[in-house]
């Protein structure tokens, strides 16, 4: 999230194998017959009979023919399967009349009942499987019942299963969490292996689930504590492979435990295919209460063993084909689970195996099953944990975690509150994903086209004539930036870019009467900024813009609403200043500066701003709303507030006192907040409205908030939506719910013609980085808790994280010349933050290069020397941006000092290497507006005199494979390229540039390339050429229109009296 900041920052500083696999599948039907497809399929049921009779060692030789006929029959289709045929169904005449030996045939080891294992003492056996003997055991040194596994000594003697064990081992102590069953220790006895396991007792969920399906409430308790669980083992890199409701343990106190991870891969233990080394095992009865490997039996739901591993049922498409799998593998079973729980039935169920596995790849899930009162957002968590294709699935069981969480809360995704529980989901679901939709009761009447200017006087209290609706076309070719309603709900103000071509590219701003037709662009605007603000009175209206086009100072400029003066200068903005003001009702503009730890006032009438004032409120970061923001009686003034406490960022709703500077949250999770009389506090948490009882004298919340209306458009992932609402009571949004979060990476030919990257849907939001060999591709996401972090994205493989700091905002990423580490920033507030430098696989812990040189500065790497010696860093202290060099000292140096490049007052940032290290780009503001400058680098230093590119907007520049061909984002929105010819670089002379005309290559706007964000770019160029960029999805990043709702004052009141508020 810190990226963001700083990103804003510079936007105002800058004005903006078959065989095998068969084998395996074999020796489940033939136990000890090893063979393969080619001769399985020559092998004479006579000659089978004789094995399978062997090995059941009680059936006579025509029984054992039959079983051999049907083996046979089952076993191809299997294997014709797993190699990728298509089948339209399986079809069998009988089930196969035979039960399979036990999963381990060699004797027990020497351990009975007293025996001792170091400190414990056996008890009884109660459990077995194909990895192991498991016994109930006294611990005689803590007293405490445990759970002993031991292994079989055909087991014991073969290196690969002992190895397995060990790993096995391994692997549960490293998942130490409340939802994970514990591993206690790890003893040797007489040359045998034993686990010392935490003994569960309960039930399993299998058992609970056999009774009939869960309440709704229940199961959302259950699934977030599996998820928690689940969530610490990927983060620990352990796939569990084998998630069921028997695998799930419940406790007599209700705490959920995840059993089982011998099944688990981890980082280690694979071999030459890559696929993780994986014993033949099967489920055989035990009882409930084992923790390991073995489960309890559940009825036609074997476990299939080798490359199929795991319980047919809950098999991923993937792992059933034989694949490497990943976790998306568990994301899977967890939906499973969960819709097991709801329903009471298996997602997917078969008489065999065989049948199972084939409605895994082929049917989709009966979602008509659910219960009616599965609240939508519920159902679409199943839905994307149940995609068939990985790459689309549900990245991060983490996510899971938090939408259950969410949903339990109520703060579940918009629409999805103000549905009805009677209401059929796919109805729901389509009246969620409407983006201009007015739901639930506060669409009373809706009214389109032009409207009469008298349903815009003041709401009367009586004989109010009810609520009209009302779409305002945006103006058409431009992408809008900033908006602001007027108080009495009369004009709506727009900043926004033209792009229509022979346009004058700069943005200004338009405005709109509600009663006319369309906006009209204001003369002597262009220019300006983002950061607009109406006055309590409705006369004026507040805009930032440079003060010349040449200049670099950029001013606030005061306004006429019915534009009968032209704009007049109140003040010079100050570096660091926040875009968005609070008009008081005395003529004062509150401003939050310096990151949003100070304010400042500023008269509008002329003056001078006072001096920046501290929030009395550590560890705070605060933002004024744009909204009517002063409450009654002189009770402070309303703000957006953003906090940081145990790793996680809280955005919330706080009151400032004018008089003592003290700040008293009110609210944890919401924001834009605006207080209605006679007594709600309206706020939106993600992209629903909500109001809640407010009680001015001790400024506390009272209730549940209830919801009044979603699909507001969210801005980005993690901020929530805005909105205006006037006192007279007219109501102003964009709609389209939560915006960013189904981008996904394509690759773009000069010719426009597009390829999926990767086929991953995230928020991407800030740059991207390619490797050097051009395989991967880093990017920043934001996660749940609104923490930025690092993830790898591999041409054709999907996303990874970069595993960092917990908690700790990732900053910049950029790649080493030799592709084997990435530099970032971390910040969290601590004396831990700094510049870190990691290893792409993680083979070695992050090591500190250069520690900030002020607790406020952050630091975001921009570009790394192709030679490894420096990485360039941009610089945001307090507001003041800056380019730094940081020398990147040796494996086992001290922290380097990094060293500014550029004068103290030369504002520059976005510094970019060429690949042969002899150019330097990087955007600079000094002559006047936004330029990218191109420079002679030699011996860590700029030579000679600056190129200077024109007509490019704020982001960073691309450098070809070349160095030659330089890449930026144009004023007209598309992406521009030039060619750098560089002359007279003989020995002693000073090297000087030039460069050719621009030339357009990518429109961004007709390939849906969204906005790059300040000082970052979400497009890259590839080693051939050709364009790596983020695309949204159709119409993401351009509303085609508001919604106006007329007179909703009467509604919401009507809305919280049916809600007992």
């Known amino acids: 999230m810190g990226t963001l900041n700083t990103l804003a920052m510079l936007n105002r500083s800058f004005s903006r194998t078959p065989a095998d696999s068969c084998r395996s599948t074999c020796l489940t039907l033939i136990p000890q017959t090893p063979c393969d497809f080619a001769t399985t399929a020559r092998i004479p049921p006579s000659r089978v009979a004789g094995r399978v009779g062997a090995g059941a060692g009680r059936a ?79 611990d005689t040194r803590l007293g405490r019942t445990v759970a002993l596994k031991a292994l079989p000594e055909d087991v014991a003697t073969d290196p690969d299963r002992l190895e397995r064990f060990e790993l096995e081992a391994r692997v549960l102590a490293s998942l130490n969490h409340p939802n994970v069953a514990a591993i206690y220790g790890l003893e040797v006895s007489g040359g045998h292996r034993y686990l010392a396991l935490e003994h569960v007792e ?68 694979t071999d030459e295919s890559g696929l993780a080394k994986s014993p033949t095992f099967l489920d055989s009865p035990t009882t409930p209460s084992s ?54 039935r298996r997602a997917f169920q078969g008489e065999t195996p065989s049948d199972t596995i084939a409605k895994i790849l082929e049917r989709d899930v009966d979602w008509s099953a659910l219960p009616t009162n599965t609240p939508p957002p519920l159902r679409e968590l199943l839905e994307r944990c149940l995609i068939k294709d990985p790459k689309r699935r549900l990245r991060d069981i983490g996510d899971a975690h938090l939408a259950l969480e969410e949903i339990k809360s109520g703060r579940q995704s918009a629409a999805g509150a103000l549905i009805d529980a009677g209401t059929p989901p796919d109805a729901a679901v389509s009246r969620r994903r409407n983006a201009v939709l007015v739901a639930g009761a506060l669409v009373v009447g809706i009214a389109l086209g032009a409207l009469a200017w008298n349903a815009f006087g003041p709401a009367s209290r009586h004989g109010n004539p009810g609520m009209t609706h009302l779409a305002l076309s945006l103006p058409a070719n ?99 200043w926040s875009n968005e003001g609070a008009w008081l009702e005395s003529g004062d503009l509150l401003i939050a500066t310096d990151n949003g730890t100070r304010y400042v006032r500023v008269p509008t009438g002329g003056g001078t701003p006072t ?147 990767s086929g991953d849907k995230r928020a991407f939001e800030y740059s991207l980085a390619i490797s050097p060999d051009g395989n991967r591709c880093l990017t920043s996401i934001n996660n749940a808790d609104a923490i930025t972090e690092i993830w790898i994205a591999e041409h054709g493989r999907g996303l990874r994280r970069l595993p960092t700091r917990p908690g700790a905002d990732c900053l910049g990423a950029v790649w080493s010349p030799d592709g084997r580490y990435v530099a970032y920033f971390e ?6 933050d700094g510049l870190y430098v990691a290893s792409v696989e993680g083979s070695v812990p992050p090591r500190l290069l250069a520690a900030p040189r002020s607790r406020s500065e952050i630091m975001v790497p921009t570009s790394w020397s192709p030679d490894g010696s420096w990485i360039a860093l941009t610089s945001n202290d307090g507001g003041k941006l800056t380019t730094l ?46 330029e990218i400058a191109v420079s002679a680098w030699a011996n860590g230093a700029l030579v000679g005199e600056p190129l200077f590119i024109p007509d490019a907007q704020i982001s960073i520049a691309r450098w070809g494979p070349d160095s030659r061909h330089l890449y930026f984002r144009s004023v007209r929105e598309k992406i521009a390229e030039v060619e750098i010819t560089e002359t007279s670089r003989l020995k002693g002379s000073t090297p000087r540039l030039s460069a050719s005309e621009p030339r357009a290559l990518w429109d961004l706007v007709a390939l849906r390339i969204p906005v790059s964000p300040p000082g970052g770019a979400l497009y890259n160029i590839l080693p051939d050429g050709r364009l790596l960029a983020v695309q949204s999805p159709e119409g993401e990043d351009i509303p085609t229109q508001a919604e106006v709702l007329l007179n909703v004052t009467d509604e919401i009141e009507k809305r919280m009296r049916a809600a007992g508020k």
């Open 478 to 576: 431009t992408l809008p930036l900033d908006g602001v309603v007027t108080p009495d709900g009369r004009n709506v103000f727009l900043l926004a870019t033209p792009h229509a071509p022979g346009e004058d590219a700069r943005p200004r701003l338009y405005v709109r009467r509600i009663d006319q037709e369309s906006f009209v662009p204001i003369a002597g605007t262009e220019g300006a900024a983002p950061g607009l603000t109406a006055s309590p009175d409705s006369r004026w209206i507040v805009f930032r813009a440079p003060a010349s086009e040449q200049s670099t100072r950029i001013r606030l400029l005061k306004m006429p609403v019915d534009g009968s003066s032209p704009p007049v200068a109140i003040t010079d903005a100050s570096e660091g």
């Open 60 to 138: 006579g030789a025509a029984a054992a023919t039959t079983r051999a006929h049907t083996i046979r029959g089952t076993i191809l289709p299997i294997m014709s399967l797993l190699r990728g045929a298509r089948l339209p169904r399986f079809t069998f005449s009988a089930p196969i009349p035979w039960h399979p030996t036990p999963c381990y045939s060699g004797p027990l080891m020497p351990t009975t009942s007293g025996a001792t294992i170091g400190p414990y003492k056996v008890d009884r056996e109660i459990g077995r499987g194909g990895m192991g003997v498991v016994y109930l055991a006294h």
């Open 611 to 757: 001096p920046p004032r501290e929030f009395d409120a550590p560890g705070f970061d605060a933002r004024f709303t744009p909204q009517p923001p002063g409450l009654p009686r002189d009770r402070g003034v309303l703000l957006d507030a953003v906090s940081y406490e145990g790793g996680v960022f809280r955005q919330g709703v706080s009151v400032l006192d004018l008089k003592s500077g003290k700040v008293k949250s009110v609210l944890r999770d919401g924001g834009c907040p605006i207080y209605l009389p006679p007594g709600y506090l309206l706020f939106t948490r993600q992209d629903a409205l909500f109001a809640v009882p407010f009680d001015l004298g001790s400024l506390t919340v009272k209730g549940e908030p209830v919801a009044l209306i979603g699909g507001l458009r969210q801005r980005t992932s993690w901020t929530h939506a805005g909105y205006y609402l006037t006192p007279n009571g007219t109501l102003v949004y964009v709609g389209g719910g939560k915006a960013r979060a189904d981008r996904h990476l394509v690759v773009f030919g000069r010719d426009g013609k597009a390829t999926d990257w």
């Open 885 to 930: 060099l940081v020398p990147v000292p040796p494996a086992s140096g001290a922290p380097a000092v990094p060293r500014r490049l550029f004068p103290e007052d030369q504002r520059t940032g976005a510094f970019v290497f060429s690949p042969d290290g002899r150019k330097v780009a990087y955007g600079t503001r000094e002559a006047g507006k936004f």
């Open 291 to 344: 923790p390991t490997l073995t489960s309890p039996a559940v009825p036609h739901s074997p476990t299939l063993p080798g490359v199929i591993l795991g319980t047919a049922a809950y098999l991923s498409p993937e792992q059933a084909r034989g694949k490497v799998v990943d976790r998306r593998t568990d994301i899977w079973s967890f939906g499973c689970v969960l819709y097991e729980c709801l329903t009471g």
């Open 202 to 269: 309960g039930e399993t969920l299998a058992d609970k689930i056999a009774r009939g399906p869960l309440p709704l409430q229940e199961t959302i308790d259950i699934g977030i504590e599996i998820a928690a669980g689940m969530e610490a083992a990927h983060d620990a890199g352990v796939v569990h492979r084998d998630l069921k409701p028997s695998n799930v343990m419940i406790t007599p106190n209700d705490q959920v435990k995840v059993l089982d991870f011998g099944l688990a891969k981890g980082r280690v233990a």
């Open 827 to 832: 910040s969290s507030l601590s004396p831990k």
